[in-house]
T-cell receptor
């Protein structure tokens, strides 16, 4: 089974531009989460999508947005880029437990997209 | 808000030594705790997942324990090898599918 894939792997942008990152989850996984990783803040949760709906959102400004398509693929968009947006952006997918089941499933991470804002 | 702390921040050990990594969290109402490994410039690889009702999980040379009431987890690595060198992260979920990550422990195993 193919793992989580993210494109592009590397990206260089300038301040003020916008960027779109893509994530394809493991086949059959319907939950996709996005994280930002920086040396200073560590790994921080951006948002989670399930069945094309945003279910959870972290504490990031509105410049960060996302969406999920009917095939579970997800995109993340950052508008009006700032220097501080330079980071590794990680996507993770997981199965969700059956209704009434208390357990959560393992999250599987992609290799990430490294964004550099100049 | 859930806060996750990992101690030590960095650890260097000779090959063959057994070691313990620590993780603590402030809100004990978690669904599960997961340990990950991250190699430089790469994504995360899941090592062990402990459900809130479980006390420990084992995989090969790795053993993770969970004490929900005290807000602590440990990752025990037996007979360390140079290939174990990486950053180890623990993460907990409270509700939904949002993970709160620790700050990580950078492990170096010296041949």
């Amino acid at each position: 089974k193919a793992g989580v894939t993210q494109t592009p792997r590397y990206l260089i942008k300038t301040r003020g531009q916008q960027v779109t990152l893509s994530c394809s989850p493991i086949s059959g996984h319907r939950s996709v989460s996005w994280y930002q990783q920086t040396p200073g803040q560590g790994l921080q949760f951006l948002f989670e999508y399930f069945s094309e709906t945003q279910r959870n959102k972290g504490n990031f400004p509105g410049r960060f947005s996302g969406r999920q398509f009917s095939n579970s693929r997800s995109e993340m968009n950052v508008s009006t880029l700032e220097l501080g947006d330079s980071a590794l952006y990680l996507c993770a997918s997981s199965l969700l437990p059956a209704p009434g089941t208390p357990y959560q499933e393992t999250q599987y991470f992609g290799p990430g997209t490294r964004l550099l804002v100049l | 808000k859930q806060e996750v702390t990992q101690i030590p921040a960095a650890l260097s050990v000779p090959e063959g030594e057994n070691l313990v990594l620590n993780c603590s969290f402030t809100d004990s109402a978690i669904y599960n705790l997961q340990w990950f490994r991250q190699d430089p410039g790469k994504g995360l690889t899941s090592l062990l997942l402990i459900q809130s009702s479980q006390r420990e999980q084992t995989s090969g040379r790795l053993n993770a324990s969970l004490d929900k009431s005290s807000g602590r987890s440990t990752l025990y690595i037996a007979a360390s090898q140079p290939g174990d060198s990486a950053t180890y992260l623990c993460a907990v979920t409270n509700t939904g599918n949002q993970f709160y990550f620790g700050t990580g422990t950078s492990l170096t195993v010296i041949p």
